[in-house]
């Protein structure tokens, strides 16, 4: 069975990070999308609710199993013995960090880090992006999931 898995923050997760997903979800068996938990980052959405957004955008792929994490990505893979992490590269201001967290993440495990290059729809999207021109009221019907719109709305609408 050949396991990849699609880490990240999620918050919340867009339409880029839905395209990686679909994509690496055709090359493997089984794909995880794990949502890493960074204790230091006060997110707008808890992991839960990420967690839940991710699981109803992705209920069409029977082949993408979601959950978070706590700790390292490596472990994460030793635990459940997947050998492939799969990233979207979106252009070369993300290579350097990715390509440092790549090497690093080989030399604790052995783990092989795959780029996808993002649609160039979707080239300078982000979550933060996406937070930020919500906040201020901006269109992002276009960048993220019915759901997460949906989300956005509500959070934003009760601050
Ligand atoms: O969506 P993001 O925030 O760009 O994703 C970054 C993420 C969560 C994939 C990365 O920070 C990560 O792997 N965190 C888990 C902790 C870890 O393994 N850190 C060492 C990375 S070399």
Redesign the pocket.
Known sequence: MRRAVC????DPVTLGHLDIVARASRLYDVVHVAV?V?TSKRGLFDVDERIALIEECTAEYDNVIVESFH????DYCKQREIPAIVKGLRAVSDFDYELQ?AQ??NGLSGVETLFIPTNPVYSFLS?SLVKEVAAWGGDVSHLVPGPVLDALRGRLDRR
């Open positions: 880490p990240g923050s999620f890493m960074n700790g390292l990505l490596v967290m690093m993440n979550s």
